[in-house]
Protein backbone atom coordinates (compact mmCIF):
# COMPACT_ATOMS: atom_id res chain seq x y z
CA UNK A 1 0.00 0.00 0.00
CA UNK A 2 1.65 3.31 -1.08
CA UNK A 3 1.78 6.15 1.77
CA UNK A 4 -0.39 8.32 2.16
CA UNK A 5 -1.06 11.41 4.48
CA UNK A 6 -4.79 10.87 6.29
CA UNK A 7 -4.97 14.28 9.01
CA UNK A 8 -2.88 16.35 10.85
CA UNK A 9 -3.35 18.85 13.51
CA UNK A 10 -3.35 21.82 13.14
CA UNK A 11 -3.05 24.03 16.69
CA UNK A 12 -5.55 27.00 16.60
CA UNK A 13 -6.82 29.60 18.90
CA UNK A 14 -9.70 28.53 18.59
CA UNK A 15 -10.26 25.30 16.55
CA UNK A 16 -14.23 26.64 15.68
CA UNK A 17 -13.04 29.67 14.28
CA UNK A 18 -9.84 28.09 12.22
CA UNK A 19 -11.82 25.99 10.55
CA UNK A 20 -14.68 27.67 9.82
CA UNK A 21 -12.08 30.52 8.38
CA UNK A 22 -10.53 28.06 5.94
CA UNK A 23 -14.06 26.63 4.42
CA UNK A 24 -15.66 29.76 4.10
CA UNK A 25 -12.61 30.73 2.16
CA UNK A 26 -12.09 27.84 0.00
CA UNK A 27 -15.57 26.78 -0.50
CA UNK A 28 -15.51 23.36 1.52
CA UNK A 29 -17.59 22.18 4.83
CA UNK A 30 -16.91 21.28 8.16
CA UNK A 31 -16.41 17.16 7.83
CA UNK A 32 -16.56 16.28 11.33
CA UNK A 33 -16.00 17.04 14.85
CA UNK A 34 -14.67 14.25 17.78
CA UNK A 35 -13.63 15.85 20.80
CA UNK A 36 -11.53 18.73 20.46
CA UNK A 37 -10.91 18.84 17.26
CA UNK A 38 -13.02 20.23 14.17
CA UNK A 39 -12.30 18.47 10.85
CA UNK A 40 -11.77 19.92 7.44
CA UNK A 41 -11.92 17.55 4.76
CA UNK A 42 -9.76 18.09 1.53
CA UNK A 43 -10.32 16.93 -1.53
CA UNK A 44 -7.36 14.08 -2.02
CA UNK A 45 -8.57 12.33 1.54
CA UNK A 46 -6.55 14.53 3.86
CA UNK A 47 -8.23 16.70 6.72
CA UNK A 48 -6.94 18.99 9.00
CA UNK A 49 -8.12 18.22 12.16
CA UNK A 50 -8.28 21.90 14.03
CA UNK A 51 -7.60 21.88 17.91
CA UNK A 52 -7.59 25.02 20.21
CA UNK A 53 -4.67 25.42 22.63
CA UNK A 54 -3.04 28.23 24.36
CA UNK A 55 -1.69 30.47 21.99
CA UNK A 56 1.72 30.51 23.37
CA UNK A 57 1.89 26.81 22.31
CA UNK A 58 1.08 27.44 18.47
CA UNK A 59 4.05 27.79 16.12
CA UNK A 60 3.06 28.92 13.23
CA UNK A 61 3.14 26.54 9.96
CA UNK A 62 2.71 26.84 6.38
CA UNK A 63 0.04 25.03 4.40
CA UNK A 64 -0.08 25.35 0.63
CA UNK A 65 -3.41 24.11 -0.84
CA UNK A 66 -3.48 23.43 -4.52
CA UNK A 67 -6.55 24.61 -6.51
CA UNK A 68 -8.26 25.19 -10.09
CA UNK A 69 -7.99 28.52 -11.26
CA UNK A 70 -11.76 28.59 -10.47
CA UNK A 71 -11.54 27.66 -6.81
CA UNK A 72 -8.34 30.42 -7.29
CA UNK A 73 -10.41 33.01 -8.14
CA UNK A 74 -13.33 32.50 -5.73
CA UNK A 75 -10.99 32.49 -2.78
CA UNK A 76 -9.16 35.57 -3.88
CA UNK A 77 -12.56 37.27 -4.38
CA UNK A 78 -13.34 36.71 -0.92
CA UNK A 79 -9.78 37.44 0.44
CA UNK A 80 -9.84 40.56 -1.13
CA UNK A 81 -14.13 41.25 0.00
CA UNK A 82 -13.07 40.48 3.69
CA UNK A 83 -9.82 42.84 3.38
CA UNK A 84 -7.10 40.14 4.48
CA UNK A 85 -3.68 41.31 4.06
CA UNK A 86 -2.10 39.20 1.51
CA UNK A 87 1.19 39.23 -0.34
CA UNK A 88 2.63 37.54 -3.65
CA UNK A 89 5.49 36.56 -1.87
CA UNK A 90 6.52 34.39 1.65
CA UNK A 91 8.56 36.98 2.61
CA UNK A 92 5.72 39.63 2.43
CA UNK A 93 7.16 42.07 0.37
CA UNK A 94 4.53 42.33 -2.16
CA UNK A 95 1.46 43.12 -0.68
CA UNK A 96 -1.95 43.04 -2.01
CA UNK A 97 -0.87 41.01 -5.03
CA UNK A 98 -0.64 37.39 -6.28
CA UNK A 99 2.15 35.47 -7.88
CA UNK A 100 2.59 34.00 -11.47
CA UNK A 101 5.36 31.62 -10.47
CA UNK A 102 5.83 28.53 -12.66
CA UNK A 103 3.07 29.70 -15.35
CA UNK A 104 -0.12 29.81 -11.98
CA UNK A 105 -1.22 32.17 -10.12
CA UNK A 106 -0.52 31.99 -5.92
CA UNK A 107 -1.20 33.88 -2.88
CA UNK A 108 0.02 34.27 0.62
CA UNK A 109 -1.87 35.00 3.76
CA UNK A 110 -2.25 34.49 7.48
CA UNK A 111 -5.10 32.62 9.09
CA UNK A 112 -6.59 34.02 12.69
CA UNK A 113 -3.86 31.11 14.75
CA UNK A 114 -0.52 33.18 12.77
CA UNK A 115 -0.18 30.00 10.14
CA UNK A 116 1.15 30.98 6.92
CA UNK A 117 -1.46 30.20 4.10
CA UNK A 118 -0.73 29.58 0.01
CA UNK A 119 -2.99 29.13 -2.68
CA UNK A 120 -1.72 28.16 -6.03
CA UNK A 121 -2.83 26.94 -8.86
CA UNK A 122 0.24 25.28 -10.26
CA UNK A 123 2.68 22.96 -8.21
CA UNK A 124 6.37 24.48 -8.03
CA UNK A 125 8.03 23.13 -10.83
CA UNK A 126 5.59 23.56 -13.33
CA UNK A 127 2.48 21.33 -14.22
CA UNK A 128 3.33 17.48 -14.14
CA UNK A 129 3.70 16.07 -18.30
CA UNK A 130 0.48 14.47 -17.54
CA UNK A 131 -1.83 17.66 -17.25
CA UNK A 132 0.00 19.58 -19.54
CA UNK A 133 -1.07 17.44 -22.46
CA UNK A 134 -5.23 16.87 -20.78
CA UNK A 135 -4.97 20.75 -20.95
CA UNK A 136 -3.57 21.27 -24.95
Do not use: C, W
Not at 38 to 56: E, Q
Not at 75 to 80: E, F, K, P, S
Not at 94 to 110: M, S
Not at 112 to 121: A, D, N, R, V
Amino acid sequence: MPVELNHTIVHSRDNRESAEFLTELLGLEIAGEAGHFVAVALSNGVTLDFATVPADKISPQHYAFLVSEEEFDAAYARIRERGIEHYADPGRTQPNAINHNDGGRGVYFIDPSGHYMELLTVPYGGRPASRKHAES
